[in-house]
C-alpha cells in the first residue's frame, strides 16, 4: 500500500521535474509557430546547464549563473539561426549536428575546469511562500519550492497572451503558417524567425541552468544531465498543439515519469544496478504518453521549410 | 561530362574550405585555451596516421563509424529519420554478448557468425517498436527513437552493474566473451582486425542496393514522393520497413564489433556517441554510402588522434571532448559554404 506521504513526495517532486522541461517546451512552440525546427534543444540546454553552474560556483551568484546560461544560449541559437534561417541549411540535420556539438562543448568545458576544481554547489534554497504554504498537502507540493518554479509556472501564461493576444504574435504565427502573404504584408520573414530561435534558445537555456543550479547541483558528464528533457520538452511542445497553455500539463505529465523514478531510486535503489534499472522508466512512460496523446493539432504549415524571397 | 567534373571540382574545394576553415576555428580554441596549436596538431596527426599500429586503430575505429553511418543512410533514403543508431548499437552489443558467451566451445567461423547476426537482430529488435508505431501511427521516428537511445544505455548499464556483472571485477563490465567468438586481426604486428572488411562490404552493398536495384529504386521513390510512388504501386510501407530494420541492423553489427575485439567485454557507456557521430558523417558525405567511407576513416582518424591529445605531459594534455566539437564543426561549417556555394550557383545560372 502507497502511503499518502509517499503520493505527496512524488507529486511535490513532478512539480520541480517539470520546470526544465517546462521552460523549454515553451521557447519551442515560438521557434516552430515561426516556422523552425530546433532539433537541438537537448544541446543547448546541456550547454547552459554547465555554464550556469560554473559561473555560479566561481561568482557565487545564482543571479549570475542564470545570466551565464541564458547567455551562452542566445550565443547558441544566433549561430543556429543562422545556419537555418539565414543559410537555409536543412533544419533537421542542422539540430542533430548542434544537439551533439552542445553537449560535446558542455562535456569539453567540464573536463577542463576539472583540472581547476569540481564544481559543485548548493541547489537554490526554497522559496516558501507565506499562507499559503500552510494549505494542507497543497502547500507542500506547490509552494515550497524555490524561486525559477514560480517563474517558469507564470512564464507560459505570459507567452501565451503575447501568442495569442497581440501584434506580436499575431506576426509569429503568420510567418510560421504563410511566409508569403506575411512578407507581402510587410512583416520582416526571417528577422522574426530569428528572434522566435532566440527566444526559444533563450528559454532553453533558463530550462538547462535549472537542472544545475536548481536541482543536482552539479554537472554529469556524457548527456546524463539534460537526460532527455530536451527533447521531451520538444515533444510536449509538439503534443500540446504548440499552445504554450498546454505546456504546463503536458510538461507535468513527463514531470510525474521523472519523479516516480526518482521516488523509487530513493526507495528501493539500494544497489547502482537497481537505480539504473529505473532510470529507465521515464523513457517507457514518454513512450506511454507519445501513445495516449499522438492525436494532436495540424502543425504550423511552414514548419521546417525555409524562407527566401523570390 | 565537363559539367560534372565541375561538379566534382566545386564539391573539393567546398570540403577543403570546409575543413580548412574549422581548422582555423580549432587553432583559436587551442591558442584561447592556452594550447600550443603546433604540438597538439602534431600530436593529433601522428596518433591518427602516424604509424601503422595508430593507422590500424583508426581502421578500426572506422569500421563502427561506418556502420552508424550506413544506419542512418539507408533508413533516411526512404524518409526515415532513424537517430537511434546509438541505442541500436547498443542493444546490438547486449545481444551479441549473450549469444556469443554461449558459443564457446563452437569453430570460430560458427560462432563469429551466430554472434554478428546476434547483434544484427539486436539492432533490428530496437527499432521495431519505432518503425511500427510510424507506419501503423504516423507517430515521428525522431522521438520515438531517440527515447530508445535513452532506454538502451539504462539497460546496459543495469545489466552491466547487475545480472552480467564480472563478479571478479571492480569495473562494471562483464566478463570476456570466448575466443571463439573474437573478430580475428587479419593484418599481424597491428590491431587491424576483420570488422573493417565487414563494414566495407556492407557498405558497398548498400550503394549497390540503393543505385542498382529495383528495391533500393522503391526505397529512394518511397523516401522522394510517397503519395506518387504508392499511386504507382511501390509498397512504400514495405520499403520504410526493409530500410530502417537493415539500417538498425547495421548499426548493431556496429555493436557487436565492439564487444568481439579490444578487451571482448561488454562496459557501461562504451560508445561516447558513436551512433550521433554517424549522422554527422553522413551528412558529410551527403548520405552517400561510398562517400561514408572515407569521411569515416577521417574522422576515425581523427577520432583516434584526439585520444592520443588525452596522454601529452603534463598542462598540455586536451580533453579528448575538443575532437568531438571539431568532429560537429566540420560537418556545420562545410553544409554552410555548400548551401552558400549553391546559392552562388543559382544567382549565376539565373544572370545567364
Redesign the interface.
Known amino acids: 500500500m502507497v502511503s499518502i506521504d509517499v503520493v505527496i513526495s512524488i507529486l511535490r517532486s513532478s512539480i520541480s521535474m517539470t520546470v526544465p522541461i517546462l521552460f523549454a517546451s515553451v521557447g519551442e512552440v515560438y521557434t516552430e509557430r515561426s516556422g523552425v525546427l530546433n532539433?537541438s534543444v537537448e544541446g543547448i540546454m546541456t550547454v547552459s546547464a554547465f555554464f550556469a553552474l560554473w559561473t555560479t560556483f566561481l561568482t557565487g551568484s545564482y543571479f549570475n549563473g542564470i545570466l551565464a546560461g541564458i547567455a551562452i544560449a542566445l550565443f547558441f541559437g544566433l549561430f543556429f539561426a543562422f545556419?537555418c534561417v539565414k543559410?537555409?541549411?536543412?533544419q533537421?540535420?542542422?539540430g542533430?549536428?548542434?544537439?551533439?556539438?552542445g553537449?560535446?562543448?558542455a562535456?569539453?568545458s567540464y573536463?577542463?575546469v576539472l583540472r581547476i576544481a569540481v564544481p559543485i554547489v548548493e541547489p537554490l534554497p526554497p522559496l516558501k511562500l507565506p499562507i499559503l504554504r500552510s494549505i494542507p498537502y497543497i502547500g507542500t507540493i506547490l509552494f515550497e519550492h524555490n524561486v525559477l518554479v514560480y517563474i517558469s509556472f507564470v512564464i507560459p501564461i505570459i507567452m501565451g497572451l503575447i501568442l495569442y493576444k497581440t501584434v506580436w504574435g499575431l506576426k509569429i504565427r503568420s510567418v510560421g503558417e504563410n511566409p508569403q502573404a506575411a512578407d507581402a504584408a510587410g512583416v520582416k520573414v526571417n528577422l522574426i524567425r530569428f528572434l522566435c530561435v532566440i527566444i526559444g534558445a533563450a528559454f532553453a537555456g533558463l530550462g538547462g541552468s535549472y537542472i544545475t543550479l536548481g536541482h543536482l547541483g552539479t554537472y554529469v558528464a556524457?548527456?546524463a544531465t539534460v537526460?532527455?528533457r530536451g527533447?521531451i520538452a520538444?515533444?510536449v511542445a509538439?503534443l500540446s498543439g504548440w499552445n504554450p497553455y498546454r505546456c504546463i500539463l503536458g510538461s507535468w505529465i513527463f514531470g510525474l515519469g521523472y519523479a516516480i523514478a526518482a521516488e523509487l531510486i530513493s526507495s528501493y535503489g539500494g544497489?547502482?544496478?537497481?537505480s539504473?534499472?529505473f532510470?529507465?522508466i521515464p523513457?517507457?512512460f514518454?513512450?506511454i504518453v507519445?501513445?495516449v496523446f499522438?492525436k494532436t493539432t495540424r502543425p504550423p504549415a511552414a514548419l521546417t521549410v525555409p524562407y527566401k524571397r523570390k | 561530362m565537363s559539367y560534372r567534373i565541375s561538379q566534382i571540382i566545386e564539391s573539393f574545394l567546398v570540403y577543403s574550405f570546409g575543413v580548412f576553415a574549422s581548422l582555423i576555428v580549432l587553432v583559436i580554441i587551442l591558442l584561447v585555451l592556452g594550447y600550443s596549436p603546433l604540438m597538439s596538431l602534431s600530436a593529433l596527426l601522428h596518433g591518427g596516421f602516424g604509424t601503422a599500429y595508430n593507422i590500424s586503430q583508426s581502421l578500426n575505429q572506422s569500421a563502427i563509424f561506418l556502420l552508424c553511418a550506413l544506419a542512418f543512410i539507408l533508413p533516411a533514403k526512404s524518409r526515415f529519420y532513424n537517430i537511434g543508431a546509438e541505442g541500436q548499437m547498443y542493444l546490438g552489443a547486449l545481444i551479441a554478448f549473450l549469444v556469443g558467451s554461449q558459443l564457446g566451445n563452437f569453430h570460430p567461423a560458427v560462432a563469429i557468425t551466430l554472434t554478428a547476426l546476434a547483434g544484427f537482430a539486436g539492432g533490428m529488435l530496437w527499432i521495431a517498436v519505432p518503425v511500427l508505431m510510424k507506419v501503423k501511427l504516423q507517430i515521428n521516428e525522431i522521438f520515438t527513437t531517440m527515447i530508445f537511445n535513452f532506454i538502451a544505455i539504462n539497460l546496459v548499464n543495469w545489466l552491466t552493474a547487475g545480472p552480467l556483472k564480472d563478479p571478479y571485477s571492480y569495473h562494471l563490465q562483464t566478463p570476456p566473451l570466448p575466443p571463439s567468438t573474437w573478430l580475428p586481426v587479419i593484418v599481424s604486428s597491428t590491431e587491424l582486425n576483420a570488422g573493417i572488411s565487414l563494414s566495407l562490404v556492407l557498405a558497398l552493398a548498400t550503394y549497390i542496393l540503393l543505385e542498382k536495384t529495383i528495391i533500393g529504386l522503391e526505397i529512394k521513390a518511397t523516401g522522394f514522393n510517397p503519395r506518387a510512388a504508392r499511386a504507382l504501386g511501390v509498397k512504400t510501407t514495405f520499403n520504410m520497413l526493409i530500410a530502417a530494420l537493415i539500417g538498425a541492423g547495421f548499426a548493431g553489427l556496429a555493436g557487436m564489433i565492439v564487444v568481439t575485439t579490444g578487451s571482448h567485454i561488454l562496459t557501461q557507456n562504451f560508445s561516447p556517441g558513436y551512433g550521433y557521430l554517424g549522422i554527422a558523417i553522413a551528412a558529410l558525405s551527403n548520405f552517400n554510402p561510398l562517400g561514408a567511407m572515407i569521411a569515416s576513416f577521417f574522422y576515425a582518424a581523427l577520432w583516434v588522434g584526439g585520444m592520443h591529445l588525452q596522454f601529452l605531459p603534463g598542462k598540455a594534455a586536451i580533453p579528448v571532448q575538443l575532437i568531438y566539437v571539431f568532429e560537429n564543426l566540420i560537418v556545420i561549417i562545410v553544409l554552410v559554404v555548400k548551401a552558400l556555394s549553391e546559392e552562388r550557383r543559382r544567382i549565376l545560372s539565373w544572370l545567364a
Do not use: H, P, Q
Not at chain 1, 542533430?96 to 556539438?101: K, S, V
Not at chain 1, 544497489?271 to 537497481?274: E, F, G, I, R, T
Open positions: 532539433l545556419v543559410i537555409t541549411v536543412n533537421l540535420i542542422a542533430l549536428l548542434f544537439y551533439t556539438l553537449i560535446a562543448i562535456d569539453f573536463r577542463y556524457g548527456g537526460a532527455g527533447w520538444i515533444l509538439i544497489s547502482l544496478a537497481s539504473y534499472f532510470l529507465m523513457y517507457i514518454a513512450l507519445i501513445l499522438r
